[in-house]
């Protein structure tokens, strides 16, 4: 009797060993049978089977399938994943990794209203120029959404959930950067005015960016421990292009931080629990009848002043915290002493006589530039303050 229990207690294992090392055959779960195989196409697959036995017939007909080419059947084709799924996973991934999260979360508000349930793979280049050509966007707007339409197909792509990415193929706007909006000296004291008048607590966050062209979301992000007075120095700990930046402090600078720091407590955020100005920086520009500008020009402006002084690109370039010097060139324009220069001297040498015309001329000339640059004098001393 012992011995029968054991021969069948040995029978059954060998049996279940069997079935354990079955070619294509696998227990994914106790009692649940799977097969894996490659199919007529080269392409890996797994199939539920249920059981070992029904997971062994069905694996012998796969391969017979697959060495005559016969194509799967359509109830085995690969769940469709719509575009809100790689979208959903595009904002996680905004979210740990990205600065302008919040901004990634609106525009994808807006594709998600276009193409939430539309199959990720089956969107085309052409349904987003579509959608594109239906609003009245700027062509930096156009070039946003693509951006995250890229990022949101490459993720998917990562993950194995489509094969393309449709956004490559749709085309980059161009946009003008060419035009520099900075504040005129009148403009400046007509915007102090309304400032000092309406809402004198942020007088100093207008004079921190104007003397430090930091980005808005560099300023209101800065927080006490990444000042130091010490050394007149700020740390913006991720700036736009990933890496960290320091930014040189002048008196002006100081005396604002100063202020802000006998308001705050010198704890938190600097400027304060706010996210930004608009709220009382787009009013006073109304009441100061200063048009077409924003937060941003103030860090146009303090480039451009610094050109204008004389400070070389490659510095300005670094205060800016420019990852290439292509953004920054866009104000050499406003430094024209150098390409004068250098024309003059295509200039053929004249005879003594010639030659004192000509001195006094550029004497004359050199007057007038001077008187010219008389009115930026009080801009400039204070940058270089």
Request: with cysteine.
């Amino acid at each position: 009797m012992q011995t029968d229990t054991m021969v069948m207690a040995t029978g059954k294992t060998q049996k279940k060993q069997r079935k354990r090392h079955t070619r294509g055959v696998y227990e994914r779960k106790p009692g649940q049978w799977w097969i894996c195989y490659f199919d007529a196409s080269g392409r890996r697959r797994r199939e539920k089977a249920g059981t070992w036995e029904s997971a062994r017939d069905l694996y012998i007909k796969r391969k017979n399938e697959a060495l005559a080419g016969k194509k799967l059947p359509e109830k085995l084709r690969r769940a469709t994943v719509t575009f809100a799924a790689i979208a959903t996973d595009a904002l996680a991934y905004s979210k740990q990794h990205k600065r302008d999260y919040r901004h990634d979360a609106g525009r994808m508000e807006t594709l998600l209203g276009w193409f939430r349930e539309y199959p990720a793979d089956g969107i085309t280049a052409q349904d987003i120029e579509r959608r594109f050509e239906q609003q009245e966007w700027s062509p930096a707007t156009c070039n946003r959404f693509r951006a995250l339409l890229s990022l949101t197909y490459r993720l998917a792509i990562r993950s194995g959930k489509v094969k393309e990415n449709p956004a490559r193929l749709v085309k980059h706007r161009l946009e003008d950067n060419a035009r520099i909006r900075f504040l005129s000296d009148d403009e400046e004291k007509a915007l102090r005015s309304a400032i000092e008048v309406h809402c004198p607590e942020h007088l100093p966050e207008f004079d921190l960016a104007l003397h430090t062209g930091m980005r808005l979301s560099e300023q209101y992000g800065l927080t006490w421990s990444d000042v130091s007075f010490a050394r007149r120095v700020l740390t913006i700990q991720r700036s736009k292009n990933g890496s960290a930046r320091h930014v040189p402090l002048n008196q002006t600078a100081v005396r604002a931080l100063e202020t802000m720091r006998e308001r705050t407590g010198g704890v938190g955020f600097v400027c304060g629990e706010t996210t930004g100005p608009r709220r009382w920086f787009e009013p006073v520009l109304k009441d100061a009848k200063i048009s077409d500008f924003s937060w941003h020009c103030l860090r146009h402006t303090f480039a451009s002043r610094l050109v204008m002084a004389g400070v070389d690109i490659r510095t300005v370039q670094e205060l800016l915290g420019h990852k290439t010097i292509a953004m920054t060139v866009r104000y050499s324009h406003l430094a024209p002493k150098h390409t004068l220069a250098a024309v003059e001297k295509l200039v053929p040498k004249t005879s003594e006589s010639e030659a004192a015309t000509a001195g006094a001329t550029a004497t004359t000339t050199a007057t007038e530039g001077i008187a010219l640059a008389t009115p930026e004098q009080p801009m400039l001393q204070q940058l270089i303050q």
